[in-house]
């Protein structure tokens, strides 16, 4: 997803939870580190869903990050130019903490100013199955204005790799963010003649 925001053109502030960054440790053995960000996120983007080395072309100078707690951040201010928000992905914790209007940290605060500013934001809820508790969070989110976005990869789209199904998620995270992108084939309306979204 994020390749696609900068392959797009669009300026990226980038918040990595406390939650996220062990998630991400643990999934892929990736650090991501606050004093070293740049070199931690270029390492990040390079890899694949597989893990392996990719040719992806990786500029980070369109990437502004933020340290999860610093809520003095210009992302907690409504004064702070942003087109929207997009919270990928978004643990069920996350989702609780966002329905709730807490401010734990500058994710949640973020996310907060997002929806007060009338902003488009998208959460990519990872988790599953889901609880009522968090099926009521979604929907307070839903309500609120937000599009609720499960991290559900299609099958039906053609995939051939694990790269396919990744890039499915994000593209329709950018889709509901009004970001352009190729990073799926899109149906066509025939059959046979391409992947329905």
């Known amino acids: 997803m994020l390749r696609g925001l900068l ?3 669009e300026s990226v502030d980038l918040v990595v939870s406390r939650a996220s960054r062990l998630t991400l440790l643990d999934e892929t053995g990736i650090a991501f580190r606050d004093a070293h960000w740049q070199e931690d996120l270029r390492g ?3 890899r694949g869903a597989d893990g392996k080395p990719h040719t992806f072309d990786v500029d980070v100078s369109g990437v502004r990050h933020w340290a999860a707690g610093d809520l003095a951040a210009g992302p907690s201010s409504g004064s702070y130019p ?3 928000m997009l919270i990928v992905p978004a643990s069920t914790a996350c989702v609780a903490g966002v329905a709730l209007g807490l401010s734990k940290d500058l994710l949640q ?3 907060s100013v997002t929806l007060k500013e009338r902003r488009k934001l998208v959460v990519a809820v990872r988790e599953t199955p889901l609880s009522g508790q968090t099926l009521k969070a979604l929907v307070a989110l839903d309500e609120a204005g937000a ?3 499960p991290a559900s990869p299609a099958f039906y789209a053609g995939a051939t790799h694990i790269q396919d199904l990744v890039d499915f998620v994000a593209g329709r995270v950018l889709d509901a963010a009004g970001v352009p992108h190729q990073l799926y084939r899109r149906w066509k309306g025939e059959l046979g ?3 329905r979204g």
């Open 147 to 149: 599009v609720v976005l």
């Open 7 to 9: 392959a797009a053109g």
């Open 44 to 46: 990040w983007l390079a």
């Open 193 to 195: 003649g391409g992947s």
């Open 109 to 111: 605060r973020a996310a």
């Open 82 to 84: 942003a087109k929207g």
